[in-house]
Nanobody
Framework: VQLVESGGGLVQPGGSLRISCAAS????????MSWYRQAPGKERELVAA????????KYADSVKGRFTISRDNAKNMVYLQMNSLKPEDTAVYYC??????????????WGQGTQVTVSS
């Protein structure tokens, strides 16, 4: 299992950013996918999750209505569109494969992540 995150950067409060995750080493279309983040001094937390077919999603309360998770099974890619960004969204963002959105059981290992910094 290999997951490579990209697309992070510096953005002003209220701005938007889309980050991507390229997956390989497993049958991508069979598994749910998720995004996590870890801010300095805080534990890693689930941001969003999406079923294998993309028909159901789960979001952290703090990002509902602002973030959208999506996937392209033909390209083995998962995305996180982040709008109305706030300074508290600053973190390293990671993607991860999931056995089930219901149980949130993940598999594989953490990638290098992509840094998102929201600051004026």
């Amino acid at each position: 299992v290999q997951l490579v995150e990209s697309g992070g950067g510096l953005v002003q409060p209220g701005g938007s950013l889309r980050i991507s995750c390229a997956a390989s080493g497993f049958t991508f279309s069979r598994y749910a996918m998720s995004w996590y983040r870890q801010a300095p001094g805080k534990e890693r937390e689930l941001v969003a999750a999406l079923t294998s077919t993309g028909d159901r999603t789960k979001y952290a309360d703090s990002v509902k209505g602002r973030f959208t998770i999506s996937r392209d099974n033909a390209k083995n890619m998962v995305y996180l569109q982040m709008n109305s960004l706030k300074p508290e969204d600053t973190a390293v963002y990671y993607c991860r494969g999931m056995l089930s959105v219901a149980t949130m059981e993940v598999f594989g290992s953490w990638g290098q992540g992509t840094q998102v910094t929201v600051s004026s």
